[in-house]
C-alpha cells in the first residue's frame, strides 16, 4: 500500500437500507410499519434480513427464525423471492452505470463507485451522492445510504453512519480526525473477538492504533497489522475494481477455547453455517465445492472438501456437507482452536466482500446488521 493518501478521488459507498425486508414492505403495503423477517420460516430457517421495525427488538440476519421469533414474538416471517431482489438490484446497477463504469459490487445491494469523473459531469461527488440516492428511491420506491470519501474504507464506513436513507461526506481535511476518534468496534474489518484484543491492550479508537508502530501492529495482528497502520493515517489507495477476480467465499471463526468433541464443534458450527449462507445468498454467488477448514491446537492447518457438478445452494445441503467434512475426520486431531467454510469454483467472478482478506466473524454474540 502506498505511503501516502491520494486525495484526488471521489469514492461513493451506495448501501441499500434493510433490503430484502423494504422489497417484500413496498410489494405489500400490509406489512408497512411491521416487524418482519425475510426467510426464517420453519424449525431450521435463516433470517436472510429483517426491517427495521424488527431490527429494534435484537432480529438480524443469520439469525435463526426460533431465536427471532422469541425475541419479536408478532414477528412476520416472509419468504424469500430472489429472483425480485435480483431484478431490483439490476435497476438500482443501470442508475450507477448512469453516472460511473467504475462500480464493484459487493452484493446485490451494495456498491463501490468512483466518481472521480463521471458521464454527467457534476463537479461535487456529494451532489453526484444525492442525485444516485434520489434515482434509486423514484425508480424502485426504496431508499439507499450513501458514504462518501476519498478512499473505499472511509466511504464504508460513512454510509452506515445514518442509516437508513443518509449520507455522510467525510472530506481529506476531516479524515485523520474521524479515524482517530472512531471506535475500533466500527472499524470495518474488525470482528468482535479483534475488537475485545485491543480494547483489553487499551486500543479503543484509531488514535490509540495509531499510537503503535508497523512492527509492533504486525506483531500483534499479523499481516492485516499493516492495514490498520496505513487506515488510521487515511491511507487507503485500493482502486474500486469493477473487474476484481474472486475465486472462493469465506467465513472462519477462532475459538476462545480450543474444542474437541463432535458435539461441541457442531454447537458453534451452526452459526457458522448460517452466516456462511448468509454471505453467499447475499454476494448472489454460490460454488460447486465446499471446503471446511480446520486449525489444530497446535496450529497445524487441515481443509476437506467435497465437489458437486452443480452449484450448492441449499442451506440445508451446506449443513449437511459442513457435518460429513467433519465427521469424516474427527478423528485426525485432538482439539482444534479455528474453523471455517469456503465455497469455490464459484457461479460468478468479482463480487467480493471484505477489505481484500478473508471475512472472519465472531459469532459468541450475535453479529450487527449493517443493511
Not at 471521489?10 to 441499500?16: A, E
Not at 472499524?187 to 475488537?195: C, E, I, L, N
Not at 484509531?206 to 499479523?222: M, P, S, V
Not at 452443480?310 to 449443513?319: F, G, H, P, Q, W
Request: hydrophobic fraction near 40%; charged fraction near 25%; proline fraction near 3%.
Amino acid at each position: 500500500m502506498a505511503d501516502a493518501a491520494d486525495y484526488t478521488r471521489r469514492i461513493i459507498h451506495i448501501d441499500m437500507d434493510a433490503f430484502y425486508a423494504s422489497i417484500e414492505q413496498r410489494d405489500n403495503p400490509a406489512l408497512k410499519g411491521k416487524p418482519i423477517a425475510v426467510g426464517g420460516g420453519g424449525s431450521r430457517g435463516v433470517v436472510a434480513t429483517a426491517s427495521y421495525e424488527a431490527r429494534k427488538y435484537g432480529v438480524h440476519s443469520a439469525m435463526s427464525g426460533f431465536r427471532a421469533k422469541q425475541l419479536c414474538p408478532q414477528l412476520i416471517f416472509v419468504p424469500t423471492r430472489f429472483d425480485v431482489y435480483q431484478q431490483v438490484s439490476r435497476q438500482v446497477r443501470a442508475i450507477f452505470e448512469s453516472y460511473t463504469d467504475l462500480i464493484e459490487p459487493l452484493s446485490l445491494d451494495e456498491a463501490y463507485l468512483d466518481v472521480t469523473t463521471n458521464k454527467k459531469n457534476i463537479e461535487l461527488a456529494t451532489e453526484v451522492a444525492e442525485s444516485i440516492m434520489q434515482e434509486v428511491l423514484e425508480v424502485t420506491q426504496l431508499t439507499c445510504s450513501a458514504g462518501v470519501s476519498y478512499c473505499k474504507f472511509i466511504a464504508k464506513i460513512a454510509s452506515d453512519l445514518k442509516k437508513p436513507n443518509g449520507m455522510t461526506v467525510i472530506r481529506p481535511h476531516q479524515a485523520i480526525p474521524f479515524l482517530e476518534q472512531l471506535s475500533v468496534k466500527k472499524f470495518h474489518g474488525v470482528g468482535k473477538v479483534t475488537a475485545e484484543k485491543m480494547l483489553s491492550w487499551g486500543l479503543k479508537t484509531g488514535g490509540d492504533l495509531k499510537k503503535l508502530t508497523k512492527l509492533e501492529l504486525a506483531q500483534r495482528f499479523g499481516k492485516v497489522g499493516g492495514f490498520y497502520y496505513n487506515i488510521v493515517r487515511g491511507i487507503d489507495n485500493r482502486p474500486v475494481n469493477n473487474n476484481r477476480i474472486r475465486k472462493s467465499l469465506a467465513v472462519e471463526r477462532t475459538f476462545r477455547e480450543d474444542l474437541s468433541t463432535f458435539e461441541d464443534i457442531v454447537e458453534v458450527l451452526e452459526p457458522i453455517v448460517l452466516k456462511f449462507f448468509e454471505r453467499l445468498t447475499k454476494a448472489d454467488n454460490f460454488g460447486r465445492t465446499i471446503t471446511l477448514k480446520l486449525k489444530t491446537s497446535d496450529f497445524q492447518l487441515m481443509t476437506r472438501s467435497s465437489s458437486k457438478d452443480y452449484y450448492v445452494t441449499s442451506l440445508d445441503e451446506i449443513r449437511d456437507l459442513a457435518h460429513e467434512l467433519l465427521l469424516d475426520n474427527i478423528d485426525s486431531f485432538e482439539k482444534i482452536r479455528l474453523i471455517g467454510l469456503t465455497a469455490s469454483n464459484l457461479q460468478k467472478q468479482g463480487e467480493v466482500p471484505g477489505i481484500g482478506y478473508q471475512l472472519k466473524f465472531d459469532f459468541d454474540n450475535e453479529s450487527r446488521d449493517k443493511e
